[in-house]
């Protein structure tokens, strides 16, 4: 029997590879601890993998703001919750880009993806005069003032 620092779990030698004994085990991401938590982060598109058990986990998916055209784009929509129910298997991360510049009018950003969990993508900005887009948090609208000097 050993404890397999890469993994934390512990493994038995089954005459011809090493297993794990009992407990939950997933790799992915960015992986911290708090507050005797594993946490995992993502930055980019990958895979969670559970190669052991089964459990509930909290999550957080933020989406991709909008991007920004004469007005300013929307925030990313962001789902939180806890209970999700994972087990044995690979579950694809999808993290949404946001939607960079273009004018008049700023694209949208990209939705983000965990498991059946989706966040909805900001609202690019609006272009001249016109509204935002719709999305996670909407787009900021554009409008033109002028004045004159007397």
Do not use: C
């Amino acid at each position: 029997m050993i404890f397999n620092m890469t993994t934390s779990s512990v493994q038995i030698y089954d005459g011809s590879s090493w297993v794990n004994v009992g407990g939950f085990v997933a790799t992915g991401g960015d992986i911290s601890y708090s507050s005797g938590r594993k946490i995992h982060t993502f930055t980019g598109s990958g895979s969670f993998v559970v190669t052991s058990g089964a459990a509930s986990v909290d999550y957080l998916v933020v989406a991709g703001g909008g991007g920004t055209g004469e007005g300013g784009g929307g925030a990313g929509g962001f789902r939180t919750g806890s209970g999700l129910p994972v087990a044995v298997g690979t579950y694809t991360v999808t993290v949404g880009a946001g939607g960079g510049f273009n004018q008049p009018q700023g694209p949208n950003g990209n939705p983000s993806v965990f498991s059946t969990i989706t966040s909805t993508a900001g609202g690019g900005g609006g272009g001249p005069g016109g509204a935002g887009q719709p999305g996670g948090s909407g787009g900021g609208r554009s409008e033109e003032h002028t004045s004159e000097l007397q």
